[in-house]
């Protein structure tokens, strides 16, 4: 055998309501003969970890990679992800280039923050603050003009995350023979899918707290999961610190045009 992938019917539906943004790791482990073992991944509506798939590889050849993208969407029913983050890696955005075309190929930014930690380290005299600077800018910040700035500050004063990584070491050792490597893995399934039951669960006996009396916060809050309301509640309070003003302005054919424009407080 070369390359396998496996996934179930659950990942499958999984995927069908939560694939739009999926991870794709090979640094997890590798087996005792140095096969390559992989992750494809996502977050579900509790902000938990869910696992669409997973592979074992004989290389991290593009070739390798085109076969198992091409395996993925084919079992996926040839759902395409809006968005798959991975590692840089020339070869995995080689075979993405060429399979997954109709996705966006982005790095993810606990890989970002791990590199940082591999090659700074011992360059960067106070290591510490400017790691605590770093993951600030790549976790905090989402306007991209707060982000050049913070980014700027930071590299003046120098001159990301609980990974999977760190859960499959508790599952999974590079020694296993192939059967009872999958049988480990099958235990780190069936975990996430009791977490998941159990935030299901949690949500049904829990009402979310309003931050201020309004219909679509409400509304929202019966429909939402609780991590999901909260990340949805504090993006309508913030658009309370818009102002806007009405302005009028007339036509050639002496009619009034009303425009609303919206200004960041």
């Known amino acids: 055998m070369t390359n396998i992938f496996w996934t179930d019917s659950k990942m499958v539906s999984d995927y069908a309501l939560f694939g739009d943004v999926i991870c794709f790791d090979t640094t997890y482990r590798k087996l005792d003969d140095g096969c390559p073992f992989g992750l494809i991944v996502g977050v579900n509506n509790h902000k938990k970890t869910i696992v669409f798939g997973a592979a074992l590889l004989y290389d991290e050849t593009a070739d390798s990679f085109a076969w198992l993208f091409k395996t993925f969407l084919t079992v996926m029913s040839g759902k395409h992800p809006h968005t798959i983050l991975t590692d840089e890696d020339a070869a995995m955005t080689k075979a993405i280039r060429s399979v997954v075309l109709h996705s966006h190929h982005r790095l993810c930014v606990w890989h970002m923050n791990q590199n940082a930690c591999k090659h700074l380290g011992g360059v960067v005299t106070d290591y510490k603050k400017f790691n605590t600077d770093f993951q600030h800018c790549i976790y905090d910040i989402e306007e991209e003009d707060e982000f050049i700035s913070a980014w700027n500050e930071m590299l003046d004063n120098t001159q990301r995350s609980e990974s999977m990584n760190n859960e499959l070491k508790r599952y999974i050792s590079s020694k296993y023979d192939m059967l009872t490597f ?6 780190l399934v069936a975990d996430k899918r009791f977490e998941e039951v159990r935030c299901d669960f949690k949500a ?3 009402t979310p707290k309003l931050k201020a009396e309004s219909y679509i916060l409400r509304q929202a809050s019966t429909t939402y999961t609780p ?4 990340m949805f509640q504090e993006q309508v309070l913030r658009t309370l610190n818009y102002e806007h003003s009405f302005v009028r302005t007339v036509t ?4 009034l045009q009303s425009k609303i ?3 960041r407080a």
């Open 182 to 187: 999958f049988e480990h893995f099958e235990r």
């Open 204 to 206: 049904t006996q829990s």
């Open 227 to 230: 991590p999901i309301f909260k």
């Open 252 to 255: 050639p054919r002496r009619s």
């Open 261 to 263: 424009s919206w200004y």
